[in-house]
């Protein structure tokens, strides 16, 4: 019998730069390996991004689910003035408000999203890390 019992994993992967700040990048970093709730998402850029308020950059965890077309909002953050990433430490990205956002079905795709806001700021890219809980 497959051990269901309820326990802790982290899911890391490396995410690219986008090092043109008016560009955009989808990238796809894991599959859920069992039903599971998404407790907390963090990003270790490799440089530091320094916020701002007309032009800067949010970077998301977006759920595309089992056929890859889902479009819901796990985490989020948004680089603006004063919210910044340090080089090499950890950069907590707000969990949604919305429960059944952070719920993933064994198979669904996790994609990280780094989006210009305005004529954007650029990412370092750096490192994911994803922790889920199984349900």
């Not at 497959?2 to 989808?26: C, F, H, L, Q």
């Not at 407790?39 to 056929?67: M, Q």
């Amino acid at each position: 019998m497959p051990d269901t019992a309820p326990y802790v994993r982290v899911i890391e992967a490396d995410v690219p730069a986008v090092s043109t700040a008016g560009n955009d990048d989808d990238t796809v970093v894991a599959q859920a390996p069992f039903d599971c709730t998404v407790t907390s998402v963090e990003y270790v850029p490799e440089a530091a991004i320094t916020g701002a308020d007309t032009n800067s950059r949010t970077v998301s965890l977006v759920n595309k689910g089992a056929a890859g077309s889902g479009t819901t909002t796990v985490a989020s953050l948004a680089l603006t003035n004063g919210v910044n990433a340090t080089a090499n430490n950890e950069r907590a990205i707000t969990l949604s408000g919305t429960a059944a956002n952070l719920v993933l079905a064994a198979g669904d795709t996790l994609q990280w999203r780094s989006v210009h806001v305005g004529t954007g700021i650029a990412d370092p890219g750096g490192l994911l890390r994803i922790t889920i809980s199984r349900n």
